[in-house]
T-cell receptor
Framework: TQLLEQSPQFLSIQEGENLTVYCNSS?????LQWYRQEPGEGPVLLVT?????EVKKLKRLTFQFGDARKDSSLHITAAQPGDTGLYLC???FGAGGTSYGKLTFGQGTILTVHP | EAGVTQSPTHLIKTRGQQATLRCSPI?????VYWYQQALGLGLQFLLW???????NRGNFPPRFSGRQFPNYSSELNVNALELEDSALYLC??????????????FGPGTRLLVL
């Protein structure tokens, strides 16, 4: 069974600070997706990373995929109150077996940015 | 372009009853996925349908079942409801075929409450 460890579970910071969220597994991902979820709503896709070593930027958000495709990170620069929400990483582990097609989610990081 | 839609938004049932949840994927997407997000348990994979067939199933009892229609919309049925079935049920869709590394786009969810 593939597991995805996401940390930290909670993050409370002041506006303007930087932060990093980590996502790790002992298994190799075929791809990894980061989502943000508001209470009572579905997760909204932020980015998909596929290639080991890949770095993607989305405004103040920077996503990295580890060279070995076993870990990923989300870095937010100069956080704003509008960044508050639940951040989820989700990995796809490739073809065949019980992992086929499904996403395995991390536990999530609840981010609160105070004005 | 319309995103993934789900109905109803909220559903209240009593123990032992049956619940039917519906999902319409993004136009052009042939794969539909169902996830359960219960409080404190994170997102758990339930079912994956592609081209009308069940492709994979998560670790849930048989009373969780579903189907995919020729227009690629999908139904999730939960029989003999139990209190612990109370959760947000999320549907996602992707461009089909392999299901490997395909980005999954989520709907807003159906909140099921079992009394």
């Amino acid at each position: 069974t593939q597991l995805l460890e996401q940390s930290p579970q909670f993050l409370s910071i002041q506006e303007g600070e930087n932060l990093t969220v980590y996502c790790n597994s002992s298994s190799v991902f075929s791809s990894l997706q980061w989502y943000r979820q508001e209470p009572g709503e579905g997760p909204v896709l932020l980015v998909t990373v596929v290639t080991g070593g890949e770095v993607k930027k989305l405004k103040r958000l920077t996503f990295q995929f580890g060279d070995a495709r076993k870990d990923s990170s989300l870095h937010i620069t100069a956080a704003q109150p509008g960044d508050t929400g639940l951040y989820l990483c989700a990995g796809a582990f490739g073809a065949g077996g019980t992992s086929y097609g499904k996403l395995t989610f991390g536990q999530g990081t609840i981010l609160t940015v105070h004005p | 372009e319309a995103g993934v839609t789900q109905s109803p938004t909220h559903l209240i049932k009593t123990r032992g009853q049956q619940a039917t949840l519906r999902c319409s994927p993004i136009s052009g997407h042939t794969s539909v996925y169902w996830y359960q997000q219960a409080l404190g348990l994170g997102l758990q994979f339930l079912l994956w349908y592609d081209e009308g067939e069940e492709r994979n199933r998560g670790n849930f009892p048989p009373r969780f079942s579903g189907r995919q229609f020729p227009n690629y919309s999908s139904e999730l049925n939960v029989n003999a409801l139990e209190l612990e079935d109370s959760a947000l049920y999320l549907c996602a869709s992707s461009l089909g075929l392999a299901g490997i590394g395909e980005t999954q786009y989520f709907g807003p969810g159906t909140r099921l409450l079992v009394l």
